[in-house]
Structures are given as structure tokens and as C-alpha cells.
């Protein structure tokens, strides 16, 4: 079946860096879309960055030029690299493969990112 | 596109029918217009994609429909299991995706 495992997360001071990553199994990885998805505390969700098929990428505004999403077609993983993070990057990081109606139809479990000094 | 969805709480018994309401900025053409669902501490399921298409797995009680501007949820009979936070999500645009802020469905 479908897995979306993400790991990486914890606590980092402002200005710091963070590396998520979502293994994936149970699907062709390689032309799947994939999705960062964040939730801060008792908030609703927010996308965050896309990488498509073809390996095009897209931002949000809120983390265009601080956040990098690449994935490792060998190893099945999404990745993302977070950079100059803020307390408002608080949340927890989903990652979702995208489904064939402009959905996210496969979700991990999610990981927690703070950022506090 | 925004995504304001209606009522932000509703509170209702089991076996009741619910109907959650998803309003766009701007008509959604395309059709890319989905529904979750998330229990708390969990991630989001996929409910609904295409507005009315039941993602795998989904009970026969959830439904979508809608076009333009006005989307719907309708769950038919409600089951313990179904009280939970449901956004709206659009695909499509700057940016790439959009969510709704959420009803959540509370027991009554």
C-alpha cells in the first residue's frame, strides 16, 4: 500500500536550517507529483511547495527563496530543505503525493518543526 | 482564489445529515475542487476530488457537488466516526494550492 513517512523535524533557533524528508513506497515514484503541506498549531493547512512530474518547482510566497524542494528518484524521497526559518514556520510538515484531479490523495503522517530560541 | 468556507463550527447528532458549504473568489473552471477530512492529531484524508468524485475507500454517505463559485459537502447520515475538522481545497493558480479555513463538526 501507499506510504508517505516523514522524518526530520524538531526544534531549531530563528535564522536556522532544517532538512524534512518523506520516504515514499507502495507507488511508481518517479512520475509522481509531490507536495509539502504544513499546519501550524491549531490552524489550517498551507501549501508550501510542489515539485511536479517533470521535476518542475513551485513556492509559496512565504517560503519562496528560504525553502527548496528535490527528491532522490533512487531512493523514493522528497525532500525539503528549509532555510532563514522564522517562529512563524512553526508546524507541523506533511508531505502528499498529488492525485490526478488537482488533489493531495496520499498523506504522511506528518512532522513537527519549531522554531524557538 | 480564496476559499471561505461556511459554517466555521455546526454541531449535530449522529444520524443527521450535514452540509458544509465552500465558496470561491473566483469560478473554479476547472474543476479541481477537492474535500478532507482530519481528526485531531492525524493528517488530512482525501474525501472528494473533482468536486463530486468519492476518493478510494470513502463511504457512500459523503458527497460533493457544486460548480463556479458554490461547492458543497453533504454527508448523509452522520456516524460517530464522521465528527472531525473538513477543509475545501482548489488547485490551480497563484498560488498553487488553496485551502479553505475549515468547518469543524462537533457533536451535539
Known amino acids: 500500500q501507499v506510504q508517505l513517512v516523514e522524518s526530520g523535524g524538531g526544534v531549531v533557533q530563528p535564522g536556522g536550517s532544517l532538512r524534512l524528508s518523506c520516504a515514499t513506497s507502495g507507488f511508481t515514484f518517479s512520475p509522481s507529483g509531490m507536495r509539502w503541506v504544513r499546519q501550524a498549531p491549531a490552524q489550517g493547512l498551507e501549501w508550501v511547495a510542489l515539485?511536479?512530474?517533470?521535476?518542475?518547482?513551485e513556492y509559496a510566497d512565504s517560503v519562496e527563496g528560504r525553502f527548496t524542494i528535490s527528491r532522490d528518484k533512487s531512493k523514493n524521497t522528497v525532500y525539503l530543505q528549509m532555510n532563514s526559518l522564522t517562529t512563524e514556520d512553526t508546524a507541523v510538515y506533511y508531505c502528499?503525493?498529488?492525485?490526478?484531479?488537482?488533489?493531495?490523495?496520499?498523506w504522511g503522517q506528518g512532522t513537527l518543526v519549531t522554531v524557538s530560541s | 482564489i480564496v476559499l471561505t468556507q461556511s459554517p466555521g463550527i455546526v454541531s449535530l447528532s449522529p444520524g443527521e445529515r450535514a452540509t458544509l458549504s465552500c465558496r470561491a473568489s473566483h469560478s473554479v473552471a476547472s474543476n479541481y475542487l477537492a474535500w478532507y477530512q482530519q481528526k485531531f492529531g492525524q493528517a488530512p484524508r482525501l474525501l472528494i476530488y473533482g468536486v463530486s468524485t468519492r476518493a478510494t475507500g470513502i463511504p457512500d454517505r459523503f458527497s460533493g457537488s457544486g460548480s463556479g463559485t458554490d461547492f458543497t459537502l453533504t454527508i448523509s447520515r452522520l456516524e460517530p466516526e464522521d465528527f472531525a475538522v473538513y477543509y475545501c481545497q482548489h488547485y490551480g493558480g497563484s498560488p498553487a494550492y488553496t485551502f479553505g479555513q475549515g468547518t469543524k463538526l462537533e457533536i451535539k
Open positions: 515539485i511536479r512530474y517533470n521535476d518542475i518547482k
Open positions: 502528499a503525493r498529488a492525485g490526478s484531479g488537482g488533489d493531495l490523495d496520499y
